[in-house]
């Protein structure tokens, strides 16, 4: 039981490449959910998944698109990356459709761009 | 939408002591409040979650209170230990959605 799995764990992109990260959990979990981490900025919701088919913008969706391709899996994508974009990457799954249930994290993505 | 403040940013501790960090919150829906701890380079992990329907819930050395009417939750840590240093966030439930505190660095000094 591998809960949350991230790939890539670490990246390096040149401003203007795109990119794709990946997310995918084992746990049944209904809720999937991308967060960005930067310091004393604390966790940021891009996009989140309520459940299979249905995705939502969170609180900094610029730059970013997402895809919840089945139930275990839901794609981060950065088409034209820019330096701002710089940050560690979260991907978090829960059981429920609401917020209120405990969120598990997966290991994380960094990423830098130069 | 939700907003959670969280203070202190930073906290430093000797060995043994009581530890305390506060969190407030806008929404007087929000139901759910978990706190996580994370420890350098790994990720967030929940340590302990309160809901709207309870004051206050403890595990071992850790509890958690929530004061609805004021709209403020606090993380109590008794007996610190080194092993407790890490960043600690609270979260709120908000529309569909957790909102995450900016977090508070806890340094446990031997």
């Known amino acids: 039981n591998a809960g949350v799995t991230q790939t890539p764990k670490f990246q390096v992109l040149k401003t203007g490449q795109s990119m794709t990260l990946q997310c995918a959990q084992d746990?049944?979990?209904?809720?999937m959910y991308w967060y960005r981490q930067d310091p004393g900025m604390g966790l940021r919701l891009i996009y989140y998944s309520a459940s299979e088919g249905t995705t939502d913008k969170g609180e900094v969706p610029n730059g970013y698109n997402v895809s919840r391709l089945n139930k275990r899996e839901f794609s981060l994508r950065l088409e034209s990356a820019a330096p701002s974009q710089t940050s560690v990457y979260f991907c978090?799954?829960?059981?429920?459709?609401?917020?209120?249930?405990?969120?598990?994290f997966g290991d994380g993505t960094r990423l830098s761009i130069l | 939408g939700e907003n959670v403040e969280q203070h202190p940013s930073t906290l430093s501790v000797q060995e043994g002591d009581s530890a305390v960090i506060k969190c407030t919150y806008s929404d007087s829906a929000s139901n759910y409040f978990p706190w996580y701890k994370q420890e350098l380079g790994k990720r967030p992990q929940l340590i302990i979650d309160i809901r709207s329907n309870v004051g206050e819930k403890k595990d071992q050395r850790i509890a958690v209170t929530l004061n609805k009417t004021a709209k403020h939750f606090s993380l109590h840590i008794t007996e610190t230990q080194p092993e407790d240093s890490a960043v600690y966030f609270c979260a709120a439930t908000g529309y569909s959605t957790l909102t995450f505190g900016k977090g508070t660095m806890l340094l446990v000094s031997p």
């Open positions: 978090a799954s829960s059981q429920g459709t609401g917020g209120n249930q405990p969120q598990h």
């Open positions: 746990m049944n979990h209904n809720s």
